[in-house]
Every structure is written in structure tokens, then in C-alpha cells.
């Protein structure tokens, strides 16, 4: 299996661009996350998917960000404007979900997309 | 908040000594999660233990939780200059569905 994939794996913009990062989550998974990590704030949860469905956007900075999945295999997130305080290394991970109240099973990440907004 | 904290934030030790980081949350957990991340990298899962175990082993890996205290460990024996990199726990509360990460411990092994 060829993990989960993103890309751009480095994404250097200027501010005001509009900024789409993308991931292919493992085959099979049925859930799916996106993090930000930086210095200052750590491994923050941005949002996750359940079945293709947005389940919990409460860690979403601001309306410039925004995801979606349209499809099992594909996930996108996008900033529209960027702004410097946005550079951070985005990680996607995805999961399968086992189901009934057992909670969350083991993550699997991506390499991550460093992005730097000049 | 239902977030882990490690502690230490940061500690180096020599090849062949063993390793030990704490990490205390604050609500009611169903599992907890550790992870490491090696410089540039993302997260790799290391080891998952349930709120009704207080201990799990795997390889040099040992990890404990005390659900009293809110608090776990791993600890990593005999240290290998590979082990250098971040250590993260994460916690899952119960009936949700998503992790939060501590800030992590950067581990420092020297040859």
C-alpha cells in the first residue's frame, strides 16, 4: 500500500492566493483528518470526514479555509486568501473506523505539505 | 480540554540508556495513543493502550496509563541513535471521534 498521499509535499505562495492542498487517503479507510502543525500551536485537528461527510469543522481557523471530499479516495483543503500566519506543515490522515462506541482507532499520516505564504 | 501534555518537552540521553516520557490529559479518555515523528516527517503510530488496560509492550516499547491520575508513560529501552525524533501521546474521548495531540517530546539519543 502506498500510505496516505498529498501533495504539493512544498507549496511557497504569496498572500491573498488562493492555496488547495490535496490527499489520497489509504484505500479502504472510511475517515479521514486534516491537521496543521506549527511551533507555536503543535498537531492542531482542523476537521475530519466520516464516510465523506464533514463531522467536526470546530477546529477550522477562519471561513478562508475550507475542505471537502468529494469521494472515498480524494480530499482537498483549500485557504482562499492565504495569509503569512498560515505557513505550517499540513498533514492529512486517514483511518478505518471499526464502528459502535469504540472511538478512534489508529491514525495513518501523510508526509505532510509545508506552506510557506510570503 | 481533553488535550495530552508530554513531559519533558525535550530530553538527550546516550545510546543504551533507556527513555521515559510522561503525558497527563484532563477528561475521561477511551484510548490513548502514542506517536513519533522523525524531522520532516509525519506521524507514525507506535502504540495504542485502552482505558481498561494499564499496561502494553511491544518490542523495546513498554507504555502504561493510570486512568486514576490521568496519566501515561513510555518508555523505550536500550536506546538507539534512530530513536531520536518527537514523541506525541494522543488522546480519543469515549463515544468521540477525533484525537488531540500533546506538544510532544523531543527526544535527543547520542551515539
Known amino acids: 500500500d502506498a500510505g496516505v498521499i498529498q501533495s504539493p509535499r512544498h507549496e511557497v505562495t504569496e498572500m491573498g492566493q488562493e492555496v488547495t492542498l490535496r490527499c489520497k487517503p489509504i484505500?479502504?479507510?472510511?475517515?479521514l483528518f486534516w491537521y496543521r502543525q506549527t511551533m507555536m500551536r503543535g498537531l492542531e485537528l482542523l476537521i475530519y470526514?466520516?464516510?465523506?461527510?464533514?463531522?467536526?469543522d470546530s477546529g477550522m481557523p477562519e471561513d478562508r479555509f475550507s475542505a471537502k471530499m468529494p469521494n472515498a479516495s480524494f480530499s482537498t483543503l483549500k485557504i482562499q486568501p492565504s495569509e503569512p500566519r498560515d505557513s505550517a506543515v499540513y498533514f492529512c490522515?486517514?483511518?478505518?473506523?471499526?464502528?459502535?462506541?469504540?472511538?478512534?482507532?489508529?491514525?495513518?499520516f501523510g508526509p505532510g505539505t509545508r506552506l510557506t505564504v510570503l | 480540554s481533553q488535550q495530552g501534555e508530554e513531559d519533558p518537552q525535550a530530553l538527550s540521553i546516550q545510546e543504551g540508556e533507556n527513555a521515559t516520557m510522561n503525558c497527563s490529559y484532563k477528561t475521561s479518555i477511551n484510548n490513548l495513543q502514542w506517536y513519533r515523528q522523525n524531522s520532516g516527517r509525519g506521524l507514525v503510530h507506535l502504540i495504542l493502550i485502552r482505558s481498561n488496560e494499564r499496561e502494553k509492550h511491544s518490542g523495546r516499547l513498554r507504555v502504561t496509563l493510570d486512568t486514576s491520575k490521568k496519566s501515561s508513560s513510555l518508555l523505550i529501552t536500550a536506546s538507539r541513535a534512530a530513536d531520536t525524533a518527537s514523541y506525541f501521546c494522543?488522546?480519543?474521548?469515549?463515544?468521540?471521534?477525533?484525537?488531540?495531540f500533546g506538544a510532544g517530546t523531543r527526544l535527543t539519543v547520542k551515539p
Open positions: 494522543a488522546t480519543a474521548k469515549y463515544n468521540n471521534n477525533d484525537m488531540r
Open positions: 484505500s479502504g479507510h472510511n475517515s
Open positions: 490522515a486517514s483511518t478505518f473506523r471499526s464502528g459502535g462506541a469504540g472511538g478512534t482507532d489508529t491514525q495513518y
Open positions: 470526514f466520516n464516510n465523506n461527510v464533514p463531522i467536526d
